[in-house]
């Protein structure tokens, strides 16, 4: 991930766009656009309040882990 962000980052953060959802489930699949941030050597993906209903979080799951797929955009 470092690799492939080199050259991408904006004070640190790497802008991407976050496919989440299953298109056969419920909430479908939403796109959204938010940042990466830098934390422990690796990357920190915060959830966005749009996000949470689409992957079927709420406050109760803070610290759950999610998987998601992203594209790296150019800041």
């Given at each position: 991930?470092?690799?492939a962000a080199?050259?991408?980052?904006?004070?640190?953060?790497?802008?991407?766009?976050?496919?989440?959802?299953?298109?056969g489930g419920?909430?479908?699949?939403?796109?959204?656009?938010?940042?990466?941030?830098?934390?422990?050597?690796?990357?920190?993906?915060?959830?966005?309040?749009?996000?949470?209903?689409?992957?079927?979080?709420?406050?109760?799951?803070?610290?759950?882990?999610?998987?998601?797929?992203?594209?790296?955009?150019?800041?």
């Open positions: 991930m470092k690799r080199r050259g991408l980052e904006c004070w640190g953060q790497v802008n991407v766009a976050e496919v989440v959802g299953d298109e419920p909430a479908g699949v939403e796109t959204f656009r938010t940042a990466l941030f830098p934390k422990d050597g690796g990357y920190l993906l915060p959830p966005r309040d749009a996000f949470r209903p689409a992957v079927g979080l709420i406050p109760e799951d803070a610290g759950a882990v999610v998987a998601v797929c992203f594209d790296l955009l150019r800041p």
